[in-house]
């Protein structure tokens, strides 16, 4: 009966697309990126580069529409919804010479869905002919929020180590509804079932960073970048009720959710070069889901699993002259990335692929100091 399964109808939900607009308008290549003037998100190694009596802010703005279609059983099945919210805060400040100090609160994942589908009266059906009309309602909304906090130590001359801890909060609620109408006493609600499940998630994890800078000169810059996070279970409370023609409700506390709510273990490596004109990197992203269960199904549904994925990033930044002062559109950066991966959860043993390709340009604004302000979009 449930015969549409949107992606985030399961486990954390979609996941945001990590790092700062002009690490995402390079396919979100940055893990090995490292600079006096541009917040890194993704790597606490980069906080040692924070510059010495001064610090560096970053604030960032994000809209996504999410549209799923599908054909189960010759009817099509659409689903879409839109979001538009804050990406990233996020600041890196000296501790000390050498030592720098990190913090960021970025979302996570998003889950966002709503879908209907309806079960037909047909008299001459052995099931239902004397039940009527059957719509079932599927609809779930939350997210998934991550606060950093790290220190980045050069811990001697172009190798530099980092540390953060991760705090991971949300909650994200998910509705199921039957409602039966009966066509033999010319309609009308005969009986409606609601069941929600209420997810709490508070967790703290660990991530390790690494950067070395493998060439080093006034001219250009190649640094090698290297991050490990810490996965395992979420273990969120769970409120479950099943409430019976709005008179009756039953609530059930405990881990009884379909699929367990869980982050991978990561490890992120990367390369990124930079010169007076050109910035380009390329990553490579291994997550491990610990799948350890058995598909989560309900009759009628596919079966859906975690998987391992494997992503690779790469981006490529050029600003044609930053100390032009007569043609100011010299001095923007211009962007573009690509990244392809595969998503992290299987329907019916299936793999699925995913791309984006990106693109998006900074602009300096030179009242602000060393300041830009970017856009980006992604597909």
Known sequence: INAFSPYTMYGIGEQNTP???????????????????????LNPAAYSAAPQKTFLFNFGLEGQNYYNAQTVGGVGKRTAYNTFNFHDIAFQMPVAKR???????????????????YHEYDPEDPIYANVG??????????????????IGWEVVKRVSIGVAAEYYWGDIERTYQTVVSNNIVNGGSVNTVTGTASYGISRIKMQLGLQADLIQSERQVLTLG??????????????????NGDIYGTVVRGDTTRMALKLPVQLGVGLYYQNAKIAAGVDYIYQNW????????????????????????LGFEYTPNRMDIRNYLKRWSYRVGFRYGTYYQTFEGKTLSQYAVTAGFGMPVRFLGRSSIDFGVEF
């Open 99 to 117: 030592l720098g100090l990190g913090f960021s609160l970025t979302p996570y994942s998003s889950v966002g869905y709503r879908t209907k589908y």
């Open 226 to 243: 290297a991050t490990y996070d810490m996965g395992g279970n979420l273990r969120p409370s769970v409120n479950q009720t099943v409430v």
């Open 290 to 313: 610990e799948n350890n269960e058995s598909p989560k199904s309900v009759p009628g549904a596919v079966n859906v699993a975690y998987k391992n994925t494997n992503t690779v990033k």
């Open 133 to 150: 009309n059957i719509q079932y309602n599927y609809q779930g909304e939350g997210d998934v929020t991550e606060v950093k906090l790290g």
């Open 19 to 41: 790092g700062t607009l002009q690490m995402r308008s390079m396919g979100g290549a940055g893990v090995a990126m490292r600079s006096v003037s541009t917040v890194n998100l």
